[in-house]
T-cell receptor
Framework: AQSVTQLGSHVSVSEGALVLLRCNYSSSVPPYLFWYVQYPNQGLQLLLKYTTGATLVKGINGFEAEFKKSETSFHLTKPSAHMSDAAEYFCAVSEAGNNRKLIWGLGTSLAVNP | NAGVTQTPKFRILKIGQSMTLQCTQDMNHNYMYWYRQDPGMGLKLIYYSVGAGITDKGEVPNGYNVSRSTTEDFPLRLELAAPSQTSVYFC????????????FGPGTRLLVL
């Protein structure tokens, strides 16, 4: 069965530091991969997604992620954290087959310290 | 464009009561979803719909029902509310497939006492 693992349920960084949120997946076929962000008391919104093509994907707010098939990873990075990046981040992968429902990771809460 | 709207924002139910969570989207999306979110548990898919008149179970459908009579609306019905249904409920929609960007509503916080 496919799965998504987000390493670290809580990550804390200083303002201006590198943000690295880890996501590993298991999939028997080339997956579609997503990162969504949830700000406090809001719904989720798409940060970025990989479907096909270039493996380095750029998203909103300076975030990017790289699809590494050999490592089955899709880690999210941002060179310099801002206070406004404090939020919950979810990685998701689409199921194989015709249905392609999303399988969600448990989320990583990012805290940004001044 | 309002996107995806949900009502109510917050509700307290007594055990055994019923209620309907409303969800409407104005993006003419075919796919619609209901998720529940519990602390530390990520998102769990309750039901989804691929078009008007078509619904299917997700990961955690027990205790819930849905209908999709129009493209815009996808209400979620809770019958005989239980404390285990205390959660935050999100409705979402996407164009023509699960792998497309899902647009989420602001959520409904439900407390069952």
């Amino acid at each position: 069965a496919q799965s998504v693992t987000q390493l670290g349920s809580h990550v804390s960084v200083s303002e201006g530091a590198l943000v690295l949120l880890r996501c590993n997946y298991s999939s028997s076929v080339p997956p579609y991969l997503f990162w969504y962000v949830q700000y406090p008391n809001q719904g989720l919104q798409l940060l970025l997604k990989y479907t096909t093509g270039a493996t380095l994907v750029k998203g909103i707010n300076g975030f990017e992620a790289e699809f590494k098939k050999s490592e089955t990873s899709f880690h999210l990075t941002k060179p310099s954290a801002h206070m406004s990046d404090a939020a919950e981040y979810f990685c998701a992968v689409s199921e194989a087959g015709n249905n392609r429902k999303l399988i969600w990771g448990l989320g990583t809460s990012l805290a940004v310290n001044p | 464009n309002a996107g995806v709207t949900q009502t109510p924002k917050f509700r307290i139910l007594k055990i055994g009561q019923s209620m309907t969570l409303q969800c409407t989207q104005d993006m003419n999306h075919n796919y619609m979803y209901w998720y529940r979110q519990d602390p530390g548990m990520g998102l769990k898919l309750i039901y989804y719909s691929v078009g008007a008149g078509i619904t299917d179970k997700g990961e955690v459908p027990n205790g819930y029902n849905v209908s999709r009579s129009t493209t815009e609306d996808f209400p979620l019905r809770l019958e005989l509310a239980a404390p285990s249904q205390t959660s935050v409920y999100f409705c979402a929609s996407s164009g023509v497939g699960h792998q497309e960007t899902q647009y989420f509503g602001p959520g409904t916080r439900l407390l069952v006492l």
